[in-house]
């Protein structure tokens, strides 16, 4: 029994997250997001966080999967918050049990696995009711699968048969053991046997007695015969304890599993909520394969700037059609870093199979996504800045392969702006030869300038607006470089209080 | 079922047996003799075996030596034969020629899997012999034949395969396949197996309740655990926690089981009965002549595995020519063992060294700075002829030694705090006691001698001493630091001296090579380093 909530055929596996999982939350300001997705649930932000960071793993069959059971969660809530809330129940109620601590002894093991599954199995019976109740309502692929699945597989023949097992297992008539003789001629094989059920007439019974067995009767003050005895008895019970414990042990891995899949989708909903709220729009992106270049959004901005300010943030419009680069320069606080936030947030939302932050968003999906970012803090003393911003930079492409998308923000300023220029330029061709979506955000104008008289078709140019008075519209509007001297005065104070 | 044998012939059965091997009971003992020794019987016992190690293990290192080959054999006692020298050529080929053989990897796995057997054997009847109760010594017992029976018969199949060369190890294969080959031998294995397919057959029931316990037979009683199993199994999602418990292997069953197993046996009489008989029967069925084999091969396994380590790292070893009468040894690419075991150990690298004497020479006067490889050179000479002298090949690419009646050795003792002239004392009268052990044939072995006294004594007293052993005309290896004793211009003399690297004097090569001991090393390497040597000079001047 599976999910199958996030995969159409395997489960949830998160346990790899990419390598660069710090930078990329610290750069696309996701605890933001994903404390809007948790509301407080540790698993939830678990899970979403996973979720986020492993989406370039998925193909657009995938997400297209995940966005339709998210639909059904964005629209039946209180199903999905009940069921949700069983998972836990159930499992809470295994955790705070005394069944949970088992001993080690077989004995021990098989009474703790009997009382726990009995418990299990009544919380089962609740999941198929929910199930049964909120079919209807829901539509997609992924639930109507779950919820078929309970109903085949729980049902009541097979709930019923669960119970017998059960009851058998406390041995009212003896514990019934096969044996062989193994070196020395000790016992050996233990296999504990079904008593065979005896249907004939009891006149029959009486008459057939089979051969005789010979019965040894441990005698009363003998404790070491009896603990022999119990022993012999362990032997006999310990493939079937461990066959029941581990059958509870999966019982409950699957109700973990059905709970972190329902809680991403609970994130989702949460997240929807709060940006519904703030009258802020969200779409369900359509994604095109990696290497189909496409970027097309209307109103795309960031989710974590929207809810950190609580209120509808100004979107942006971007057509890059089938240009592999993006470059972003202009006038500083005009919406640039916020921006290029928002792709990224986009970006990983939409592989993850969650809706966007957009009014629409037709994205390429990315085979990784990687930030540099311009650190403030040098962690080391002995490093010049640009020296530690290139050896980032070496370990990014370490990692890189075709099709992913790198954000650069302001990159390579730690220098002059000849010297920055030329570094870019060298990084960004290369990076566009070998099939890298760039998105960059910079000052450096002799180098998007040249970018722009040489290669024109592959990049994109986006200038924040800056109204003749001066005013910021914090929006991006595509043209060529601007040589003015805003980016130049701005990078220049930077750079002196950079120095 | 299988044969019956009549119980009742069983004590005038054995009576019968002297004058008839093939017939079933108890077989005599191979007549075969010692794969160690040629004609064991005439071997002076001092060249068998020796509890205490010679005299000049501790300075040859050769104790650590033994203990490295003889490691995770201790149960065969195998150093004692180690420390006894061979006394004739024809002992030392009769050794050579079975290592030789052994040297093919099929016949070392053969006995290396006949060893596991037996020692398997073994556990077993130790098993049986401490056990408490009668029925399940009896299955101790049975398994041990079996054990037994399939180690005769493969070695003796592998053996007979093995297209063996020596001597001893044909005599002892053409003994053993008589022996796997005669009726008692196959009556013993065929009757063990049968029983103890019987025994294995055996399947019965134990419905416990609480206080008793009733064995009956098993009537098709399904698999509880498997129909539960198969209940869950819709859940399965992949590995989990193991629940199974960790019973402890007993040795020994305690009395329910052996209340469980006399209710079996109740069961099952048939088989019960046959197994008492056939412990009665067989209750000595090993042969100490096979048992003997089983550790007498083991000092030629033991060794080869420990040269396996060396081959393995690159370094030579070979079956030595033994003279007892030319004294013109010699061995290239040649090498500390206890050294080399070390040094592959840590992945260092090992420096191998040449040595000859030509026509009359005798003495090896060894100098050159310290920590160069001087007292190496001396242990190797003196381990290289001990273990010629066992029979073995040693380190090298070739060598011929000399099969010597004693190998003495005089090492300075490092510990000793005595003053000065309790010293020299001390050197003086070990080196006296030597010399009156010492005969033409001996082997000595002077490192450091007169190291606490005055230059003047020490050359003086050097020198009477090499005088003395040229006129014994025994073999001689003497590391000294004064360089005076090599010059000698005597013909009996050979002069070798620790090098040093070329290009860094300071840098030890622990190389030694025969060359007069001029002090010219040091200048002539420093000129090299200079590239000013001839052969720089023809290279860098352009013609």
């Given at each position: 029994?599976?999910?199958?909530?996030?995969?159409?055929?395997?489960?949830?596996?998160?346990?790899?997250?990419?390598?660069?999982?710090?930078?990329?939350?610290?750069?696309?300001?996701?605890?933001?997001?994903?404390?809007?997705?948790?509301?407080?649930?540790?698993?939830?932000?678990?899970?979403?966080?996973?979720?986020?960071?492993?989406?370039?793993?998925?193909?657009?069959?995938?997400?297209?999967?995940?966005?339709?059971?998210?639909?059904?969660?964005?629209?039946?809530?209180?199903?999905?918050?009940?069921?949700?809330?069983?998972?836990?129940?159930?499992?809470?109620?295994?955790?705070?049990?005394?069944?949970?601590?088992?001993?080690?002894h077989p004995s021990s093991v098989l009474f703790g696995a009997t009382e726990m599954m009995q418990m299990f199995a009544g919380m089962l019976r609740r999941l198929r009711g929910i199930a049964r109740a909120h079919a209807a309502s829901f539509a997609s692929e992924g639930f109507t699968a779950l919820f078929g699945?309970?109903?085949?597989?729980?049902?009541?023949?097979?709930?019923?048969?669960?119970?017998?097992?059960?009851?058998?297992?406390?041995?009212?008539?003896?514990?019934?053991?096969?044996?062989?003789?193994?070196?020395?001629?000790?016992?050996?094989?233990?296999?504990?046997?079904?008593?065979?059920?005896?249907?004939?007439?009891?006149?029959?019974?009486?008459?057939?007695?089979?051969?005789?067995?010979?019965?040894?009767?441990?005698?009363?003050?003998?404790?070491?015969?009896?603990?022999?005895?119990?022993?012999?008895?362990?032997?006999?019970?310990?493939?079937?304890?461990?066959?029941?414990?581990?059958?509870?042990?999966?019982?409950?891995?699957?109700?973990?599993?059905?709970?972190?899949?329902?809680?991403?989708?609970?994130?989702?909903?949460?997240?929807?909520?709060?940006?519904?709220?703030?009258?802020?729009?969200?779409?369900?992106?359509?994604?095109?394969?990696?290497?189909?270049?496409?970027?097309?959004?209307?109103?795309?901005?960031?989710?974590?700037?929207?809810?950190?300010?609580?209120?509808?943030?100004?979107?942006?419009?971007?057509?890059?059609?089938?240009?592999?680069?993006?470059?972003?320069?202009?006038?500083?606080?005009?919406?640039?870093?916020?921006?290029?936030?928002?792709?990224?947030?986009?970006?990983?939302?939409?592989?993850?199979?969650?809706?966007?932050?957009?009014?629409?968003?037709?994205?390429?999906?990315?085979?990784?996504?990687?930030?540099?970012?311009?650190?403030?803090?040098?962690?080391?003393?002995?490093?010049?800045?640009?020296?530690?911003?290139?050896?980032?930079?070496?370990?990014?492409?370490?990692?890189?392969?075709?099709?992913?998308?790198?954000?650069?923000?302001?990159?390579?300023?730690?220098?002059?702006?000849?010297?920055?220029?030329?570094?870019?330029?060298?990084?960004?061709?290369?990076?566009?030869?070998?099939?890298?979506?760039?998105?960059?955000?910079?000052?450096?104008?002799?180098?998007?300038?040249?970018?722009?008289?040489?290669?024109?078709?592959?990049?994109?140019?986006?200038?924040?607006?800056?109204?003749?008075?001066?005013?910021?519209?914090?929006?991006?509007?595509?043209?060529?470089?601007?040589?003015?001297?805003?980016?130049?005065?701005?990078?220049?104070?930077?750079?002196?209080?950079?120095? | 079922?299988?044969?019956?044998?009549?119980?009742?012939?069983?004590?005038?059965?054995?009576?019968?047996?002297?004058?008839?091997?093939?017939?079933?009971?108890?077989?005599?003992?191979?007549?075969?003799?010692?794969?160690?020794?040629?004609?064991?019987?005439?071997?002076?016992?001092?060249?068998?075996?020796?509890?205490?190690?010679?005299?000049?293990?501790?300075?040859?290192?050769?104790?650590?030596?033994?203990?490295?080959?003889?490691?995770?054999?201790?149960?065969?006692?195998?150093?004692?034969?180690?420390?006894?020298?061979?006394?004739?050529?024809?002992?030392?080929?009769?050794?050579?020629?079975?290592?030789?053989?052994?040297?093919?990897?099929?016949?070392?796995?053969?006995?290396?899997?006949?060893?596991?057997?037996?020692?398997?054997?073994?556990?077993?009847?130790?098993?049986?012999?401490?056990?408490?109760?009668?029925?399940?010594?009896?299955?101790?017992?049975?398994?041990?034949?079996?054990?037994?029976?399939?180690?005769?018969?493969r070695l003796a199949h592998d053996l007979g395969g093995a297209g063996l060369a020596a001597r001893g190890l044909r005599g002892f294969r053409d003994a053993l396949a008589d022996r796997a080959r005669s009726a008692a031998f196959r009556t013993l294995k065929d009757e063990a197996r049968s029983l103890a397919a019987?025994?294995?057959?055996?399947?019965?029931?134990?419905?416990?309740?609480?206080?008793?316990?009733?064995?009956?037979?098993?009537?098709?009683?399904?698999?509880?655990?498997?129909?539960?199993?198969?209940?869950?199994?819709?859940?399965?999602?992949?590995?989990?926690?193991?629940?199974?418990?960790?019973?402890?292997?007993?040795?020994?069953?305690?009395?329910?089981?052996?209340?469980?197993?006399?209710?079996?046996?109740?069961?099952?009489?048939?088989?019960?009965?046959?197994?008492?008989?056939?412990?009665?029967?067989?209750?000595?069925?090993?042969?100490?002549?096979?048992?003997?084999?089983?550790?007498?091969?083991?000092?030629?396994?033991?060794?080869?595995?420990?040269?396996?380590?060396?081959?393995?790292?690159?370094?030579?070893?070979?079956?030595?020519?033994?003279?007892?009468?030319?004294?013109?040894?010699?061995?290239?690419?040649?090498?500390?063992?206890?050294?080399?075991?070390?040094?592959?150990?840590?992945?260092?690298?090992?420096?191998?060294?040449?040595?000859?004497?030509?026509?009359?020479?005798?003495?090896?006067?060894?100098?050159?700075?310290?920590?160069?490889?001087?007292?190496?050179?001396?242990?190797?000479?003196?381990?290289?002829?001990?273990?010629?002298?066992?029979?073995?090949?040693?380190?090298?690419?070739?060598?011929?030694?000399?099969?010597?009646?004693?190998?003495?050795?005089?090492?300075?003792?490092?510990?000793?705090?005595?003053?000065?002239?309790?010293?020299?004392?001390?050197?003086?009268?070990?080196?006296?006691?030597?010399?009156?052990?010492?005969?033409?044939?001996?082997?000595?072995?002077?490192?450091?001698?007169?190291?606490?006294?005055?230059?003047?004594?020490?050359?003086?007293?050097?020198?009477?001493?090499?005088?003395?052993?040229?006129?014994?005309?025994?073999?001689?290896?003497?590391?000294?630091?004064?360089?005076?004793?090599?010059?000698?211009?005597?013909?009996?003399?050979?002069?070798?001296?620790?090098?040093?690297?070329?290009?860094?004097?300071?840098?030890?090569?622990?190389?030694?090579?025969?060359?007069?001991?001029?002090?010219?090393?040091?200048?002539?390497?420093?000129?090299?380093?200079?590239?000013?040597?001839?052969?720089?000079?023809r290279e860098r001047l352009r013609t």
């Amino acid at each position: 029994m599976k999910a199958l909530l996030m995969h159409r055929d395997r489960d949830f596996d998160a346990r790899e997250l990419p390598w660069n999982q710090r930078a990329l939350v610290q750069d696309l300001e996701l605890p933001t997001l994903l404390a809007a997705m948790a509301r407080g649930d540790k698993l939830v932000h678990e899970v979403a966080l996973k979720a986020l960071l492993t989406g370039c793993r998925n193909d657009p069959d995938t997400i297209l999967y995940r966005q339709a059971i998210a639909r059904d969660a964005l629209a039946n809530p209180a199903a999905l918050r009940e069921l949700y809330g069983l998972t836990w129940e159930a499992l809470e109620s295994k955790r705070k049990s005394f069944w949970g601590v088992w001993g080690r002894h077989p004995s021990s093991v098989l009474f703790g696995a009997t009382e726990m599954m009995q418990m299990f199995a009544g919380m089962l019976r609740r999941l198929r009711g929910i199930a049964r109740a909120h079919a209807a309502s829901f539509a997609s692929e992924g639930f109507t699968a779950l919820f078929g699945m309970l109903e085949r597989e729980l049902t009541d023949e097979y709930l019923a048969r669960v119970e017998a097992h059960l009851a058998g297992l406390r041995f009212r008539g003896g514990v019934l053991i096969s044996a062989e003789l193994g070196p020395g001629n000790a016992g050996r094989r233990f296999v504990l046997r079904e008593p065979h059920e005896d249907r004939r007439p009891w006149l029959r019974r009486v008459l057939a007695r089979d051969p005789p067995g010979y019965t040894y009767r441990v005698p009363d003050r003998d404790e070491a015969g009896a603990q022999a005895l119990s022993d012999l008895r362990d032997r006999g019970i310990d493939r079937v304890a461990n066959a029941l414990a581990q059958s509870a042990d999966h019982v409950e891995s699957f109700l973990q599993l059905l709970r972190a899949e329902l809680a991403f989708y609970v994130g989702c909903l949460n997240l929807h909520e709060s940006l519904a709220a703030l009258a802020a729009p969200t779409c369900f992106p359509w994604p095109s394969a990696a290497g189909q270049r496409r970027l097309r959004c209307r109103g795309l901005y960031d989710p974590c700037l929207a809810l950190q300010m609580q209120r509808r943030i100004v979107g942006n419009g971007v057509d890059a059609g089938a240009r592999s680069a993006v470059i972003v320069t202009g006038a500083n606080q005009g919406g640039k870093s916020s921006f290029l936030r928002a792709v990224g947030v986009a970006q990983l939302a939409m592989q993850c199979g969650m809706f966007a932050a957009a009014e629409s968003f037709d994205g390429e999906l990315c085979t990784g996504l990687v930030t540099h970012y311009k650190r403030e803090e040098d962690a080391t003393l002995e490093r010049g800045k640009l020296d530690e911003e290139l050896a980032r930079m070496s370990e990014i492409v370490d990692h890189l392969a075709p099709n992913a998308m790198v954000l650069l923000n302001e990159s390579f300023a730690a220098t002059n702006e000849r010297e920055g220029s030329e570094i870019a330029r060298q990084v960004v061709s290369a990076l566009l030869e070998k099939g890298i979506k760039v998105f960059f955000v910079t000052h450096l104008h002799a180098f998007a300038h040249r970018l722009f008289e040489t290669a024109g078709g592959q990049a994109a140019f986006l200038r924040a607006e800056r109204l003749p008075d001066g005013t910021r519209t914090f929006r991006l509007v595509e043209g060529e470089p601007l040589a003015t001297s805003y980016g130049r005065d701005l990078y220049e104070r930077i750079f002196a209080a950079g120095a | 079922m299988r044969e019956e044998v009549e119980p009742p012939a069983l004590r005038a059965h054995d009576a019968d047996d002297a004058d008839d091997a093939d017939d079933a009971g108890a077989a005599p003992a191979l007549r075969c003799g010692s794969i160690l020794f040629p004609g064991a019987d005439d071997v002076p016992a001092r060249w068998q075996e020796a509890r205490e190690p010679p005299d000049c293990f501790h300075d040859l290192n050769l104790g650590r030596v033994v203990e490295a080959i003889t490691a995770g054999r201790q149960e065969y006692d195998l150093a004692p034969i180690f420390h006894a020298p061979l006394g004739s050529l024809d002992a030392v080929a009769y050794r050579q020629e079975a290592m030789r053989d052994m040297e093919h990897r099929a016949l070392r796995q053969a006995v290396a899997a006949f060893a596991e057997r037996m020692r398997a054997m073994r556990r077993l009847l130790a098993a049986a012999k401490e056990s408490a109760y009668e029925l399940a010594r009896q299955r101790w017992h049975l398994a041990a034949v079996e054990v037994y029976t399939e180690a005769v018969e493969r070695l003796a199949h592998d053996l007979g395969g093995a297209g063996l060369a020596a001597r001893g190890l044909r005599g002892f294969r053409d003994a053993l396949a008589d022996r796997a080959r005669s009726a008692a031998f196959r009556t013993l294995k065929d009757e063990a197996r049968s029983l103890a397919a019987a025994l294995q057959a055996i399947r019965y029931c134990m419905l416990i309740r609480d206080g008793s316990i009733t064995v009956c037979r098993y009537r098709g009683e399904s698999d509880h655990g498997a129909a539960v199993a198969e209940t869950f199994r819709k859940f399965q999602q992949g590995a989990v926690k193991d629940y199974l418990y960790k019973f402890e292997d007993r040795p020994s069953m305690n009395h329910v089981e052996a209340e469980v197993l006399e209710r079996v046996a109740l069961l099952e009489p048939d088989a019960f009965a046959a197994l008492a008989r056939f412990y009665g029967q067989h209750a000595d069925f090993v042969d100490p002549a096979i048992v003997r084999f089983d550790r007498e091969i083991q000092f030629y396994a033991a060794y080869l595995d420990y040269v396996d380590r060396f081959r393995g790292a690159g370094l030579p070893f070979c079956y030595p020519q033994v003279s007892d009468r030319h004294r013109q040894v010699g061995a290239r690419d040649t090498f500390d063992l206890a050294l080399a075991d070390k040094l592959v150990r840590e992945n260092g690298t090992v420096v191998c060294n040449d040595f000859t004497l030509r026509g009359p020479e005798r003495i090896f006067v060894v100098t050159g700075p310290n920590q160069g490889g001087k007292t190496t050179f001396a242990r190797t000479f003196g381990q290289l002829h001990h273990l010629a002298s066992l029979g073995c090949p040693v380190p090298g690419l070739e060598a011929r030694l000399f099969l010597y009646d004693r190998l003495l050795t005089h090492f300075e003792r490092e510990e000793d705090i005595v003053n000065l002239r309790g010293k020299l004392e001390d050197d003086l009268v070990r080196i006296h006691r030597i010399l009156d052990q010492a005969t033409p044939n001996s082997i000595l072995i002077l490192n450091e001698i007169f190291s606490s006294t005055t230059l003047a004594d020490a050359l003086l007293l050097g020198r009477e001493v090499l005088r003395r052993i040229v006129r014994l005309d025994a073999l001689c290896v003497c590391v000294t630091f004064l360089e005076e004793l090599a010059a000698r211009s005597e013909e009996t003399t050979v002069s070798m001296v620790s090098a040093v690297d070329p290009c860094d004097p300071a840098l030890r090569t622990f190389k030694i090579e025969r060359r007069a001991a001029d002090g010219l090393a040091h200048a002539l390497s420093i000129a090299e380093k200079h590239r000013v040597t001839y052969r720089w000079l023809r290279e860098r001047l352009r013609t």
